[in-house]
């Protein structure tokens, strides 16, 4: 297959990639989300400042997607948007964030030692990737983060390449700072940058000492010197250098869970193909919830529409908010619905597979990297299983905090998207050279993207036909 043809596909990818985001936004209702994260906008907009971090549930959170979107809402007001359609504008904007993350994450994959083949699936996945297209239809500031932390990536190696130029430094070091106040989750960016330059401050690459000593300033002292700053701010205000409405004992204490607690070190995926959503017993194992709600919406937010057995749904969702017994063994979910998740969890171990072989080849051939003439490639590839790492260590920090099952969620995984990329490069590169191997993934990641774009078809259809629906929402937001 020649470039025209992988760059056709990955165009094909991509269009496909916005059209289903775009559709599920359009469907989806305002006000079902994860969290009421209108409110601090709403209040931004009111008091033109920044509310206290104890104003509201959500108000604790870094400011800037609150702040930006209440720019946007303000100047919508002023050219005449009704409140409804200002609700819709937020939505929207979030889901600007996340396609332009699926479009960074392919500019980074193009700057790294990948075949054609292994980055045209890589990037397939982040596409198709159910979980990042949920978060795409949301208003929340988690699709802002991730879009950051992957930009924050792209010029951190786009630095690299042009020998720490000044111009890019001061880019890049405005957009980690910016980063940094999206969300906690997005601090994984401090040890990323610190270790990417750590082995060019004792010049082992052509770039010159001082060079990386700017590097070092501009790139991760300053944003850590305005970070820190904040943090003050926080102790003297509030006590705490991250105020969290995880404090709330009510919150921690009324969600259900699985007697004995987290569990850090088991992985059953047959449990995400069984009972595709979280039920009593099968909450405990943190990295199987993580991997069944990558591909399948297993803390429901959009299962209510695909078999409106409202009854069955009302109770269940008032036992995840420990306002009730959960509603009996079987979930109230059509066939079609158990099969798309069976389908989903099951074929979307291959990825996982082969990102774990990544992680075994990067491993593997790092010494070989680092003694190539320039190291270049070596240094580019250092980051991402920091990245990586760092994200998988803070949700096991939030995990052991709090917990409870929210604290789990797949969508805390999305600032790894570039990183599961990368290593899903690496492990594709290591077996594509066998043609039966290489013939059989690809028909594989076929089926999984068509599953997925289905799945999320499906969604948009049952919204659609499900006006009213959309309606109800806006009466519970506030």
Same mark, same amino acid.
């Given at each position: 297959?020649?470039?025209?043809?992988?760059?056709?596909?990955?165009?094909?990818?991509?269009?496909?990639? !916005?059209?289903?985001?775009?559709?599920?936004?359009?469907?989806?209702?305002?006000?079902?989300?994860?969290?009421?994260?209108?409110?601090?906008?709403?209040?931004?907009?009111?008091?033109?400042?920044?509310?206290?971090?104890?104003?509201?549930?959500?108000?604790?959170?870094?400011?800037?997607?609150? $702040?930006?979107?209440?720019?946007?809402?303000?100047?919508?007001?002023?050219?005449?948007?009704?409140?409804?359609?200002?609700?819709?504008?937020?939505?929207?904007?979030?889901?600007?964030?996340?396609?332009?993350?699926?479009?960074?994450?392919?500019?980074?994959?193009?700057?790294?030692?990948?075949?054609?083949?292994?980055?045209?699936? #890589?990037?397939?996945? !982040?596409?198709?990737?159910?979980?990042?297209?949920?978060?795409?239809?949301? /208003?929340?500031?988690?699709?802002?983060?991730?879009?950051?932390?992957?930009?924050?990536?792209?010029?951190?190696?786009?630095?690299?390449?042009?020998?720490?130029?000044?111009?890019?430094?001061?880019?890049?070091?405005?957009?980690?700072?910016?980063?940094?106040?999206?969300?906690?989750?997005?601090?994984?960016?401090?040890?990323?940058?610190?270790?990417? =330059?750590?082995?060019?401050?004792?010049?082992?690459?052509?770039?010159?000492?001082?060079?990386?000593?700017?590097?070092?300033?501009?790139?991760?002292? !300053?944003?850590?010197?305005?970070?820190?700053?904040?943090?003050?701010?926080?102790?003297?205000?509030?006590?705490?250098?991250?105020?969290?409405? !995880?404090?709330?004992?009510?919150? *921690?204490?009324?969600?259900?869970?699985?007697?004995?607690?987290?569990?850090?070190?088991?992985?059953?995926?047959?449990?995400?193909?069984?009972?595709?959503?979280? *039920?009593?017993?099968?909450?405990?194992?943190?990295?199987?919830?993580?991997?069944?709600?990558?591909?399948?919406?297993?803390?429901?937010?959009?299962?209510?529409?695909?078999?409106?057995?409202?009854? $069955? $749904?009302?109770?269940?969702?008032? $036992?995840?908010?420990?306002?009730?017994?959960?509603?009996?063994?079987?979930?109230?979910?059509?066939?079609?619905?158990?099969?798309?998740?069976?389908?989903?969890?099951?074929?979307?171990?291959?990825?996982?597979?082969?990102?774990?072989?990544?992680?075994?080849?990067?491993?593997?051939?790092?010494?070989?990297?680092?003694?190539?003439?320039?190291?270049?490639?070596?240094?580019?590839?250092?980051?991402?299983?920091?990245?990586?790492?760092? /994200?998988?260590?803070?949700?096991?920090?939030?995990?052991?905090?709090?917990?409870?099952?929210?604290?789990?969620?797949?969508?805390?995984? =999305?600032?790894?998207?570039?990183?599961?990329?990368?290593?899903?490069?690496?492990?594709?590169?290591?077996?594509?050279?066998?043609?039966?191997?290489?013939?059989?993934?690809?028909?594989?990641?076929?089926?999984?993207?068509?599953?997925?774009?289905?799945?999320?078809?499906?969604?948009?259809?049952? =919204?659609?036909?499900?006006?009213?629906?959309?309606?109800?929402? =806006? #009466?519970?937001?506030?």
């Amino acid at each position: 297959m020649g470039k025209l043809n992988y760059r056709s596909l990955a165009v094909l990818a991509f269009i496909s990639a !916005v059209l289903l985001r775009v559709l599920l936004c359009w469907a989806n209702p305002p006000g079902n989300a994860f969290d009421n994260h209108f409110k601090p906008i709403f209040l931004i907009m009111d008091l033109g400042a920044v509310p206290a971090k104890d104003a509201c549930w959500q108000c604790y959170q870094p400011p800037v997607f609150y $702040w930006m979107s209440a720019v946007a809402g303000d100047i919508a007001v002023s050219l005449g948007m009704g409140f409804p359609q200002l609700l819709k504008l937020f939505q929207f904007i979030s889901c600007f964030y996340g396609i332009l993350t699926v479009g960074v994450v392919y500019l980074i994959l193009r700057k790294l030692p990948l075949s054609d083949f292994a980055r045209l699936i #890589s990037f397939g996945v !982040v596409c198709f990737l159910p979980r990042h297209i949920y978060m795409s239809a949301m /208003n929340s500031n988690d699709t802002m983060s991730y879009l950051f932390v992957a930009l924050s990536i792209y010029l951190l190696l786009t630095a690299i390449e042009r020998g720490f130029d000044r111009p890019i430094l001061v880019i890049t070091g405005i957009i980690v700072s910016i980063t940094l106040f999206t969300k906690y989750t997005t601090y994984v960016m401090l040890p990323v940058i610190l270790v990417t =330059l750590i082995p060019l401050s004792y010049g082992q690459t052509a770039i010159p000492r001082r060079r990386v000593l700017t590097a070092v300033a501009l790139v991760f002292l !300053v944003p850590l010197a305005i970070l820190g700053v904040y943090f003050a701010d926080n102790v003297r205000k509030y006590g705490d250098m991250l105020p969290s409405n !995880v404090k709330d004992e009510h919150y *921690v204490k009324v969600q259900p869970r699985d007697s004995g607690g987290l569990d850090f070190f088991s992985f059953k995926p047959w449990e995400s193909i069984t009972a595709p959503v979280l *039920v009593p017993g099968k909450m405990h194992s943190v990295w199987t919830l993580v991997y069944g709600g990558m591909w399948f919406d297993n803390e429901p937010k959009f299962l209510y529409y695909l078999d409106l057995n409202s009854d $069955w $749904w009302t109770h269940y969702a008032a $036992w995840l908010k420990g306002e009730g017994k959960f509603p009996g063994e079987n979930p109230a979910m059509s066939k079609l619905a158990r099969l798309t998740g069976a389908g989903l969890a099951g074929l979307g171990l291959l990825p996982l597979l082969l990102g774990l072989t990544g992680v075994v080849v990067f491993f593997r051939k790092s010494r070989e990297r680092w003694g190539a003439a320039d190291g270049m490639d070596a240094v580019k590839m250092n980051m991402f299983p920091v990245l990586l790492s760092g /994200n998988a260590a803070s949700i096991m920090a939030l995990a052991l905090k709090s917990h409870i099952y929210g604290s789990v969620k797949a969508s805390y995984f =999305l600032n790894s998207l570039p990183a599961f990329a990368v290593f899903l490069g690496l492990g594709l590169m290591a077996c594509e050279e066998n043609r039966k191997f290489r013939i059989s993934v690809s028909i594989v990641f076929a089926i999984l993207f068509a599953l997925a774009g289905l799945h999320i078809l499906h969604i948009f259809s049952c =919204l659609s036909a499900n006006p009213e629906l959309r309606r109800s929402f =806006l #009466s519970v937001i506030f």
